[in-house]
């Protein structure tokens, strides 16, 4: 399956949007409220994400930290099989920052649970790049 790929262009230096997908305190403004992290490959990092019907908790594994570029890591949930990859890429422009993000392996889920449909992680997806990362930056 082609992994999920979404791209957006913020009014932001590549350093400021690194700001906002590495520190914890950005990152509760727009993303997930994880408890600890840090940017360093090895790191590792938990979080609870809701669905109307369950409550998940997300098990992740930084992967890969080029400062300012790149930022993977891998990403399962406790007590389901499957894992996957995801990754932020950074590529600025001037004052601006076009972001790229690639989640992989999303088909290793449980197909069964609509909560892991392809469909499912693209909605959150572009939530999240779409309305919540740029609001950081208005």
Excluded at 7 to 16: C, F, I, K, S
Excluded at 72 to 81: I, V
Excluded at 100 to 119: I, M, S, W, Y
């Amino acid at each position: 399956m082609d992994p999920i790929i979404i791209e957006q262009t913020l009014n932001a230096t590549a350093e400021d949007v690194w700001k906002a997908i590495t520190d914890l305190d950005e990152m509760k403004k727009w993303y997930f409220d994880i408890d600890k992290f840090k940017p360093e490959t090895g790191f590792e990092f938990r979080f609870e994400g809701k669905s109307d019907k369950c409550v998940y908790i997300h098990l992740c594994k930084v992967t890969e930290v080029i400062p300012y570029s790149k930022l993977s890591y891998s990403w399962r949930y406790e007590g389901y099989p499957g894992i996957s990859l995801l990754t932020f890429e950074l590529f600025p422009d001037g004052n601006r920052t076009r972001v790229k993000l690639t989640h992989d392996g999303v088909e290793t889920f449980p197909q069964d649970n609509p909560d892991f449909a392809k469909a499912s992680f693209i909605g959150g997806w572009t939530y999240f790049m779409g309305t919540a990362l740029p609001s950081m930056f208005l």
